[in-house]
């Protein structure tokens, strides 16, 4: 079986970006790997998802399109169930599903 194990977005506003999904109750760790630089990590049901800053070799992640389930109430926001499509600070498209 397949699965999605690692997502990695690249971005010039890591700040507002970790800001956008911590809100939407990711919660993250600040890492550093080496001499690599600071950027912050969350575990979604076994898939690490991370933010990490843009630059040099590594542009902003462009187009995407994420799907994220979470529990009634786990939002900064306070959204009620159902679906929710969002634009984070980036203008990458979040479909939010709150169950």
Known sequence: MIRTSLIVVYTDRLDAC??????????FAKERHG???????????GTVF??????????ATGSLR????????STAQGFAPGRHVLTDPDGRVVDLHVT
């Open 18 to 27: 970790h800001a956008f999904y911590a809100g939407l109750g990711l919660t």
């Open 35 to 45: 001499a690599g630089p600071e950027h912050y990590a969350a575990l979604l049901d």
């Open 50 to 59: 991370e933010l990490y800053p843009a630059g040099g070799r590594r542009p």
């Open 66 to 73: 994420l799907g994220l389930t979470v529990p009634a109430g």
